[in-house]
Every structure is written in structure tokens, then in C-alpha cells.
């Protein structure tokens, strides 16, 4: 089954230690989005590649990074956790960007930081 | 700013009816759409409305008026399962997403 691939699916890092999520996708889409979402809050996104062209959110911290090496995954670096940075991070995909292109998710990755 | 509102939580009975509205304020529009999120899981795609109106999904119905800003999702015959956050995103006119923060729905048998 086509489908949003997303290790791990918890993660527990150290105050200031960098920790790296990873999503892949077999949709084969042009999209990739990394959401933020705090419990009972809005997913927040932090930024989305069309293809390889990077876009990123003004309000997603540097201490957010992103890297799509090719069209099948995306990674989201946390260069310095903080407390605040705990998490479910969801990445997702859509075919295209506009219009009623749907946007789908995979199973997220909980990240607890101590 | 860009405003999406939607109750914090409904309670229904099982077997019953319930209607979870949505008002949004944003710049431009380009669709809404409602997504199911069950608690620790990712949000799974429900239904989309581009043009006013209802549009029905099995027990699932999705309505929308773009001249008052307003949806709602219409749930039927209500079963366990269906308790999860309902989350209402809508594209404006950048084509980006603007998340409501969710309706979460208990159940009660």
C-alpha cells in the first residue's frame, strides 16, 4: 500500500542534544510537509519542499532544519532541543500544492525532551 | 490575522446525530476541509467543499457556506469509533493551510 513512513514513532532526546526525524513516502507526491502539534492545538507547519525547491514557514526557529535528498524522503533536524520542542511531529505529502490536493499523513513521531 | 474557530469538545450518545461547526476568517479562500484525528494518530482526510454546499459521505457529511464562512460536519448514527478531534483547515488565497486546533468528540453509549 501507498502510504507516509515515519521513524520512530517516539523519540526521547536530552536538553540541547540534536535529534533527527525521518519520513518517506510511496506516493510518489511533489509535496512534503513538516507539521509541529502540541497536544490539543492546531498542527503548526514548520516548512514544505515542493520537489526541491524548500520553503520555510517565518516563524519556524532556526533551530528547525530540513533536508530532502531525493522525492522519496525528508528529514527534520532539531539542532538544540528545548523543553517547548516537545511534540508530536507529523510529516505529510500531497500530490500538488493548491487547490483541493490532499494532504496526507503519516503516523507521526513523538518527541519527549529531558 | 487568519482565524479558524470550532468548538474545543461536543459530547454525543451513541447511535445519535451530531453537527460540528466551523468559522473561519482568512484571507482569500480555496477550499476546506475536515480531518478525523484519533487521539496519538495522525489526522486522516474526511471530506473537501470548494463550492456551498452539502456534500455526503456515508454517515459523514460535510456543508459549507463561503459568504458566512461557515461549515459543519455532520456526523450519523454515531458509533464508538467515531470518538477522535475533528480538525477544520482552510486553503486561502496563498493555497496555504490554516488549521483549526480541533473539536474533540466523546462518546457516550
Known amino acids: 500500500d501507498a502510504m507516509v513512513i515515519q521513524n520512530p514513532r517516539y523519540q526521547v532526546t536530552q536538553f540541547g542534544k540534536p535529534v533527527t526525524l525521518s519520513c518517506s513516502q510511496t506516493?510518489?507526491?511533489?509535496?512534503m510537509y513538516w507539521y509541529q502539534q502540541k497536544s490539543s492545538q492546531a498542527p503548526k507547519l514548520l516548512f514544505h519542499y515542493y520537489d526541491k525547491d524548500f520553503n520555510n514557514e517565518a516563524d519556524t526557529p532556526d533551530n528547525f532544519q530540513s533536508r530532502r535528498p531525493n522525492t522519496s524522503f525528508c528529514f527534520l533536524d532539531i539542532r538544540s532541543p528545548g523543553l517547548g520542542d516537545a511534540a508530536m511531529y507529523l510529516c505529510?505529502?500531497?500530490?500538488?500544492?493548491?487547490?483541493?490536493?490532499?494532504?496526507?499523513f503519516g503516523p507521526g513521531t513523538r518527541l519527549l525532551v529531558l | 490575522g487568519q482565524n479558524i474557530d470550532q468548538p474545543t469538545e461536543m459530547t454525543a450518545t451513541e447511535g445519535a446525530i451530531v453537527q460540528i461547526n466551523c468559522t473561519y476568517q482568512t484571507s482569500g479562500f480555496n477550499g476546506l476541509f475536515w480531518y478525523q484525528q484519533h487521539a496519538g494518530e495522525a489526522p486522516t482526510f474526511l471530506s473537501y467543499?470548494?463550492l456551498d454546499g452539502l456534500e455526503e459521505k456515508g454517515r459523514f457529511s460535510s456543508f459549507l457556506s463561503r459568504s458566512k464562512g461557515y461549515s459543519y460536519l455532520l456526523l450519523k448514527e454515531l458509533q464508538m469509533k467515531d470518538s477522535a478531534s475533528y480538525l477544520c483547515?482552510?486553503?486561502?488565497?496563498?493555497?496555504?493551510?490554516?488549521w483549526g486546533a480541533g473539536t474533540k468528540l466523546i462518546i457516550k453509549p
Open positions: 506516493l510518489n507526491h511533489n509535496v
Open positions: 505529510a505529502t500531497s500530490r500538488e500544492a493548491g487547490g483541493g490536493e490532499t494532504q496526507y
Open positions: 483547515a482552510v486553503r486561502d488565497s496563498n493555497y496555504q493551510l490554516i
Open positions: 467543499n470548494v
